[in-house]
């Protein structure tokens, strides 16, 4: 599976918490996710990026929550013909700071997609502009 080098045009921040809050995630999209997050339907080409970041141990215990360096990035890249098995979407984690280091590869299905079926209705995307 070939995943495109990651595209950081646009930055959205937003933080979520995982595991009581080990983790910090920044969602990342190019021009055309950002379009799908307009439309609802994302145009062929879109990237969809999570940042998966530590987080700083000395900050969450004094009640605050600083990015520390990188676990993993998820990756989603529209592309209805090469990915129909899952939705459209290819669907990769890069181990650290690596755009080479693949974790997932072939298990994307069970994986990665199995969950995602659930948003199959905002085109397997789970995440929202806040208003
Ligand atoms: C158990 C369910 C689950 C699994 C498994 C899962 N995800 Fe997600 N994923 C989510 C949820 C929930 C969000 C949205 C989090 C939020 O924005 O609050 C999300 C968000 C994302 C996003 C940002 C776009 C979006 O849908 O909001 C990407 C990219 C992503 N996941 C990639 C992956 C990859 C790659 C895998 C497999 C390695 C994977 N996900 C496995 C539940 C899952």
Redesign the pocket.
Known sequence: MLIPPIVRMRTVR?K?FFNGATHV?T?RKNDKGMEGYRTGRFPEGSI???DFLKTEDDAYSEGRTNESARRFT???VKDSKRYSATGGWG???FRGDSQTDR??GAE?PT??Y???TS?KDRD????AFRK
Do not use: N, T
Request: proline fraction near 4%; aromatic fraction near 16%.
């Open positions: 937003r979520l995630a969602p969809l990026v999570y998820s990756v989603m669907f990769e984690e974790m997932i994307a994986k990665c199995a969950c995602h948003q397997y995307v789970f995440s």
